[in-house]
């Protein structure tokens, strides 16, 4: 038995006592402390070591409060603390001991008779290898079956390896899909081919074989993924997963989403482009307002309904665009002389490590990015969305 597939706010006194009625000792994803004490090297060290290592492996829970004997919970002691205390301590240490940082998750569990039980969930974190950096002491751990242990070179590298190979993955996704999007191969939106908004949600889950999320349960929740700057006139189920789409005219799809089996999602839409007085242009308003409320229906999706977490990437894309100019708004629409110097503009990814963050602020570099392919130094409306718009 283990804890760490359970969700957190589920854990009771009846599931940790069952850890001590099933003797189950220390292993991949449990370590337990009767308490802790940070203040000398070597408590830290430990403690970081604890912590590190099951980000660095596949995920665990850092339980505190349980006696133990050779990795075997005897007793439930409790730990006495001031838990506000002591979370703001263990995060001041994981932002000033650890890099790159993780993210922890503290569950306080009350106990029979007053004491409480402190739980450290650590997901399994994407961002690999973390190091632990205490006076001088710099080390990377692991998980395995007894318990944490330091990494060796050939486990190092491995780490490395596979970080990059996560965003390397994701960006194959998207040069693929945006080539399909390209040649009208698969007929996503109406042909013939041409300019068109992208935009990708992909969780780094999602690229671990054998990563599959719930279609029915995502059926239910169909309002979270509405087209690219519009409504929807059909959800239905496909191969790849869900499709939302927006075909307005008969044979006339404008705009659509795809909530692919592995939890990632692709919103395009070509609904964007107009024509004034020859000259053809980009709204931005319009894109950034469609962008932001879909990464936020995104979020809300994977947080409340599908049990996706981060990191993820969002990526932007504008495609067939070369020529086209950016249109701004302050007081009324402003064309830019600088035009699009490019057919495709594949705007930098940005990581996701917090899905609680303001929209706003997530997407931030995406639009900075954009305002500088039209000529500008910045996304200039980006205070007003961060302060309640967005």
């Given at each position: 038995m283990a804890l760490f597939d359970r969700p957190l706010e589920t854990i009771t006194e009846l599931d940790l006592r069952a850890l001590i009625e099933g003797e189950v000792r220390e292993d991949y994803h449990i370590?337990?402390?009767?308490?802790?004490?940070?203040?000398?090297?070597?408590?830290?060290?430990?403690?970081?070591?604890?912590?590190?290592?099951?980000?660095n492996s596949s995920g665990g829970d850092f339980i505190v409060g349980v006696s133990c004997r050779e990795g075997v919970p005897i007793e439930l002691p409790g730990w006495q603390v001031d838990l506000d205390q002591e979370k703001q301590r263990i995060e001041n240490f994981l932002r000033d001991a650890v890099e790159p940082r993780f993210g922890a998750h503290i569950k306080e569990v009350p106990l029979t008779g007053g004491s409480r039980v402190v739980i450290i969930r650590v997901p399994r974190s994407w961002a690999q290898?973390?190091?632990?950096?205490?006076?001088?002491?710099?080390?990377?751990y692991y998980r395995h079956s007894a318990g944490k242990a330091i990494m060796d070179i050939t486990q190092l590298r491995a780490a490395f390896s596979m970080t990059s190979e996560i965003s390397t993955r994701i960006e194959e996704f998207r040069a693929q899909r945006l080539r399909v999007l390209k040649t009208g191969n698969v007929q996503m939106l109406s042909p013939p081919p041409g300019p068109a908004v992208v935009l990708h949600f992909v969780p780094f889950e999602s690229m671990r074989a054998g990563g599959f999320v719930d279609l029915e349960v995502a059926m239910k929740q169909a309002g979270h993924l509405l087209p690219l700057g519009t409504g929807s006139n059909a959800f239905l189920y496909n191969l790849d997963g869900l499709l939302s789409t927006a075909e307005w005219d008969p044979g006339q799809r404008v705009a659509y989403t795809q909530l692919f089996r592995n939890g990632v999602i692709e919103s395009a839409s070509r609904d964007f482009f107009k024509d004034m007085q020859g000259r053809n242009f980009i709204p931005s308003s319009l894109v950034v307002e469609a962008v932001l409320d879909r990464v936020r229906q995104a979020l809300i999706l994977y947080t409340d309904h599908l049990s996706v977490g981060p990191p993820a990437a969002i990526m932007l894309s504008l495609i067939g665009v070369q020529g086209y100019e950016l249109a701004t708004r302050n007081d009324a629409f402003q064309f830019r002389n600088a035009r699009m110097d490019r057919d495709d503009l594949v705007i930098p990814a940005v990581v996701v490590e917090d899905f609680g963050r303001n929209v706003a602020d997530l997407c931030r570099p995406m639009f900075d990015a954009l305002w500088n392919a039209g000529g500008l130094a910045r996304w200039f409306e980006y205070e007003q969305y961060a302060q309640g718009r967005a």
């Open positions: 370590e337990y402390k009767q308490s802790i004490s940070l203040k000398d090297k070597q408590d830290k060290i430990d403690f970081l070591g604890g912590l590190s290592s099951f980000a290898p973390h190091m632990v950096k205490v006076d001088q002491v710099n080390r990377f």
